[in-house]
C-alpha cells in the first residue's frame, strides 16, 4: 500500500499533453499511453477479424455434444405437444376399467417386466427412468426397445429428483398408482458410492411422495423395499413383524428410512402406501451386479469367482425369488392398493399402510446356486472361497409369506415354490448381455 499509494498519486497528477515538461517516469507513462492510443485501430481492426474467424469456425464446425433432445434430461426443454401426446397415449388404459400407472424405473430390471406386465393386461403406463450408468447403460437402453417399446410403453428419461418434470407428469396425466421402483440398488456398491444411496433413495422418495401428495387425486403407491432390512435379525424365517433396528448396511438403511418416510406421509396426508420387501431377485434382463448373473459370467470367461462363507464355514444362503413371482406381487399390491384419502395435500381420513414381504421361501445356499450354474453352464467354476466381507452382506435371507398371502390373496396363491434356478435363466441373460 505505501509503495502503490505514490505510484497512484503520481499517475493522477500528470496534467493534459502539452503543458507538461515530463520527467522520467512521466515520460514512461506517456510511451505507453501514446503506444496504446496508436495501436487502438489496429487492435480493433485484428479483434473483428479474430471474432469473425471464431463465429466463422463455429458454424462449419459439428456440435461438440448434441442439442438436447426435447423432453429429456433439462427441465425447460420438457414438453411439445409430441412428448405429452405420447405421455397420454401410453397412459390411456385399454378399459374404463383399468389403471393408469406411473412406473419409476422403468428400465430396471423388475421395472421393465412390472411395466410391460402392467401394460399387458390393459393397465396405462408410463415409464420414468434416469438411465443412469450403476451398471451397463446398454442393457436398460435394450430394455427400453426391446421390452417396452414394443409393449407400447412410453418411457420418460428424466429423475425422480427433478420437481419441475414431476409434476409436469403429475399435471398431463390422473395417475390412479405409482409403482416406485427406482433406486439405486446393491449392498456392497453403498460403500463405494454412499451418496448415491441418499440421493436415490431419500431424497428421491421424498420428492416423489411430495409431488403425489399434492396432486389433486392423490395416486395410491406401491414401492420396493428391501429384505435386507431385516439386517442382522437372526431369526429365520422373517416376518414384518420382526425387528428392522439393525441394519448391516447403508443401502439398508435407506430403505428402511424409506419404510419411515412412507409412514409418515400415510399418516399426515393420507397416502395410500405400499412397501414390497423384495428378497434376491433373479430371471432373464437382471441386473449384472448381482452374484447369479456376474459368476455365470465368469464362469463361461474360467475366471475365478469368490463364493462367501459365515466363520467357522457357516452357509450364506438367499431366498432367490423369481422374477414372474415378483411381478405377480407388485400387480396383486396395485389391485389390493385402496385409495388416498387425500388431495391437495389434505388429509380427509385414514389412509392404508402396509409392508409386505414378497420372497419365494425358500433360501438356497451360494455353494447350490454355483453347483447349478455349473451344471446348466457344463462348466466347472474356479471357486475361491472366502470369508464374506463385512460391506453390508447379511448370512441368511428367508421370507415368511403369511401377510402376502392374506393381503395379495388371488396373485400370490399363485406363487410356486421354485426350484433354483427355474429355468436355465442365467445362461439366457449371459447370451442376451451379448447380443445387446
Ligand atoms: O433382497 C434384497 O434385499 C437384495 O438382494 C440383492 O442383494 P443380495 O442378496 O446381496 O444379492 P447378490 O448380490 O446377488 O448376492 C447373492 C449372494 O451371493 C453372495 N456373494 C456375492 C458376491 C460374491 O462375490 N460372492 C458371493 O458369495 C452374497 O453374499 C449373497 O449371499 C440385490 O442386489 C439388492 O439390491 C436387493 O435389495
Redesign the pocket.
Known amino acids: 500500500m505505501t509503495q502503490l499509494k505514490p505510484i497512484l498519486s503520481h499517475v493522477d497528477n500528470i496534467p493534459s499533453a502539452g503543458k507538461f515538461k515530463p520527467d522520467k517516469s512521466s515520460l514512461y507513462y506517456i510511451h505507453h499511453r501514446l503506444r496504446y492510443q496508436t495501436s487502438l485501430p489496429k487492435l480493433t481492426i485484428w479483434s473483428t477479424i479474430f471474432l469473425s474467424l471464431i463465429v466463422f469456425f463455429f458454424f462449419l464446425s459439428p456440435p461438440a455434444t448434441p442439442a438436447p433432445r426435447r423432453g429429456l434430461r433439462t427441465t425447460t426443454s420438457y414438453g411439445g405437444s409430441g412428448w405429452e401426446s405420447r405421455i397420454k397415449l401410453s397412459a390411456k388404459p385399454r378399459s374404463g376399467t383399468g389403471h393408469t400407472v406411473l412406473v419409476t424405473g422403468a428400465a430396471g430390471f423388475i421395472g421393465a417386466h412390472a411395466s410391460v406386465a402392467l401394460k399387458r393386461r390393459g393397465d396405462g403406463v408410463v415409464g420414468l427412468d434416469n438411465f443412469n450408468h450403476y451398471y451397463d447403460i446398454t442393457l436398460k437402453k435394450s430394455r427400453k426397445s426391446k421390452l417396452l417399446d414394443r409393449a407400447g410403453v412410453f418411457v420418460v428419461e428424466g429423475d425422480i429428483n427433478d420437481v419441475v418434470l414431476l409434476r409436469k407428469l403429475f399435471g398431463l396425466v390422473h395417475f390412479t398408482h405409482v409403482l416406485h421402483l427406482a433406486a439405486q ?4 456398491y453403498a460403500m463405494v458410492n454412499p451418496n448415491s444411496y441418499i440421493r436415490s433413495n431419500i431424497d428421491g422418495l421424498v420428492n416423489l411422495l411430495e409431488v403425489v401428495k399434492s396432486s389433486i387425486a392423490q395416486p395410491a403407491i406401491v414401492w420396493a423395499s ?4 431385516y439386517g442382522l435379525n437372526s431369526k429365520v424365517s422373517f416376518s414384518e413383524k420382526d425387528r428392522t433396528d439393525q441394519p448391516a448396511s447403508l ?2 438403511a435407506t ?1 428402511k428410512a424409506g419404510e419411515e418416510i412412507a409412514h409418515a406421509y400415510n399418516h399426515i396426508y393420507g397416502l395410500s402406501i405400499t412397501g414390497l ?6 430371471g432373464p434382463w437382471g ?1 449384472p ?7 455365470t459370467k465368469d464362469i463361461l470367461n474360467r475366471k475365478q ?4 462363507e459365515g466363520p467357522n464355514h457357516g452357509t ?6 423369481y422374477i414372474d413371482d415378483i411381478v405377480k406381487g407388485c400387480l396383486s399390491a396395485i389391485d389390493t392398493a385402496k385409495k388416498s384419502t387425500g388431495n391437495g395435500g389434505k388429509k380427509k381420513g385414514e389412509a392404508q399402510f402396509r409392508i409386505i414381504n414378497l420372497g419365494n421361501t425358500s433360501p438356497v445356499s ?1 455353494h447350490k ?1 454355483v453347483s447349478i450354474l455349473e451344471k446348466l453352464l457344463k462348466v466347472k467354476a474356479k471357486k475361491k472361497v ?1 470369508l ?1 466381507p463385512r460391506n ?2 447379511v448370512p441368511i ?1 428367508h421370507a415368511n409369506i403369511s401377510l402376502a398371502r392374506m393381503e395379495l390373496g388371488r396373485v400370490l396363491g399363485e406363487v410356486k415354490k421354485t426350484s433354483f434356478p427355474r429355468n436355465n435363466l442365467a445362461v439366457e441373460e449371459y447370451g442376451l448381455m451379448y447380443r445387446v
Request: no cysteine; proline share 0%; hydrophobic share 50%.
Open positions: 440398488a446393491g449392498v456392497r428391501s429384505s435386507s432390512v443401502y439398508a430403505k420387501r423384495f428378497f434376491t431377485v433373479y441386473r451386479d448381482m452374484a447369479y448373473f456376474f459368476f469367482i469368490s463364493i462367501f450364506i444362503a438367499r431366498d432367490f425369488t451360494v446356486l472366502v464374506m453390508g452382506d435371507t
